[in-house]
């Protein structure tokens, strides 16, 4: 996989459908002052992205921030970070189906359950054709999705009323923690690019290439839309800012347009989240903390059907019988908020002393405090937690269908 292929899946999986919802749900906690809560996380994401990027440089392999954990703690702590990231994948995949499905359903009048089977049927496809077959689709659906975003800030930036700054923070320091809370969501995506680190040609500089650009466009898009967003439609604004913005400049056809960037959104997060996870399945299979019979094709070059299968199959009940989009979208940052946190500590321990184990602290202490914006929606990756410690006990008492730990 080229630089480019891996920049467009690390693209598609940080900006993901939050930014369909995400600014005028931060406007709405924190007034204007929102944009102080993107500033602040979009700092955060700096450390972490660089992080995950030395540790993926350093020790390229599939089972991505559950292998660095394995490094830095052991074996049953690797299981406990693979099963928060490949719990909440199916989880998270289509809460993000869900969300691009119900800008189709308003835009095109597309059923929105229908159009989120259809995003998850065409992202699992994509990968079924194989990792280099996913990355080449998804250059373009990045390029034409980075374009759509930029020109709806560009044609609305001329009507940004600077009125609509004032008062800039009605809610004070809380509205602004509250507004970070909620961001979240459109800030993790950074641990999903480590479980391709073996698949990168250059794997020495291709994950690190990928994740300095991915760091550039996303300050630019998020601060862009953001400051944009309240400044042309106030802290008041539409549950559809993008809409709103693009009929600024576009007149009638804003409509469609946020419709395809809703399906770009959605499909270039779901297809990262399912490539990554696929490999993850593989590498807990080869290690032991799922049946060895799932690890066949998680070798760099190879496409992992069997896990990708098993992916496919927990993603069915859950677009099934799928409860309220808020509970699954907080129960999915809780978990990848976990994931992160464990990565970053363990990348403490893991990278040599230097430049890369200094930026490892300052991401752990920052992802400790995101960590504990999630609150109550942390009993999620508690409860993976103890799946994972079950697992290993049943491998340990069947070894030879198991698998064992390297």
């Not at 369909?20 to 992205?49: D, K």
Request: positive net charge; charged residues 10%.
């Amino acid at each position: 996989m080229s630089a480019g292929q891996g920049t467009a899946l690390l693209v598609g999986a940080v900006l993901g459908p939050g930014m369909l919802v995400l600014p005028h749900l931060a406007a709405a906690a924190a007034g204007p002052a929102s944009v102080l809560a993107w500033a602040g996380l979009l700092a955060l994401s700096v450390p972490v992205a660089l992080t995950f990027a030395a540790l993926g440089a350093r020790y390229p392999d599939g089972g991505g921030v559950a292998s660095f954990v394995g490094l830095a703690f052991g074996r049953h702590a690797a299981a406990v970070a693979g099963w928060w990231f490949y719990g909440a994948v199916p989880i998270g995949t289509v809460a993000g189906a869900l969300v691009g499905g119900q800008y189709v359903e308003a835009c095109f009048g597309v059923d929105a359950t229908l159009a989120a089977w259809l995003i998850m049927i065409a992202a699992f496809g994509a990968n079924t054709a194989g990792l280099r077959t996913s990355g080449r689709l998804q250059i373009g659906f990045v390029v034409l999705l980075v374009g759509l975003l930029a020109a709806a800030v560009i044609t609305a930036a001329p009507h940004v009323d600077p009125a609509n700054f004032t008062p800039f923070a009605p809610y004070g320091l809380a509205g602004v923690a509250g507004a970070a809370g909620v961001l979240m969501f459109a800030f993790v995506g950074w641990e999903a690019a480590s479980h391709l680190s073996a698949e990168f040609a250059d794997r020495t500089n291709g994950l690190v290439r990928a994740t300095v650009v991915t760091l550039v466009v996303i300050s630019v898009l998020y601060v862009g839309v953001s400051v944009t967003s309240v400044g042309v439609l106030g802290a008041d604004m539409t549950g559809v800012p993008l809409t709103a913005m693009l009929e600024l400049g576009l007149g009638d056809v804003a409509r469609p347009v946020t419709g395809v960037v809703a399906v770009l959104l959605t499909f270039g997060a779901v297809n990262t989240y399912i490539a990554g996870a696929a490999r993850l399945g593989a590498a807990l299979a080869r290690d032991g903390a799922l049946p060895a019979w799932f690890a066949a094709g998680g070798e760099p070059g190879r496409t992992p059907y069997r896990s990708l299968g098993l992916l496919a199959v927990l993603c069915v009940p859950v677009l099934v019988w799928a409860v309220d989009l808020d509970l699954l979208m907080r129960a999915t940052s809780a978990c990848l908020a976990a994931v992160t946190a464990a990565g970053v500590a363990a990348a403490v321990r893991a990278l040599p002393a230097g430049r890369h184990r200094n930026t490892a602290v300052a991401a752990t202490g920052m992802s400790l405090v995101a960590l504990a914006l999630c609150g109550g929606y942390l009993v999620v990756p508690a409860v993976f937690a103890l799946v994972a410690t079950a697992v290993l006990k049943a491998g340990a008492r069947r070894p030879g269908k198991w698998g064992i730990y390297r």
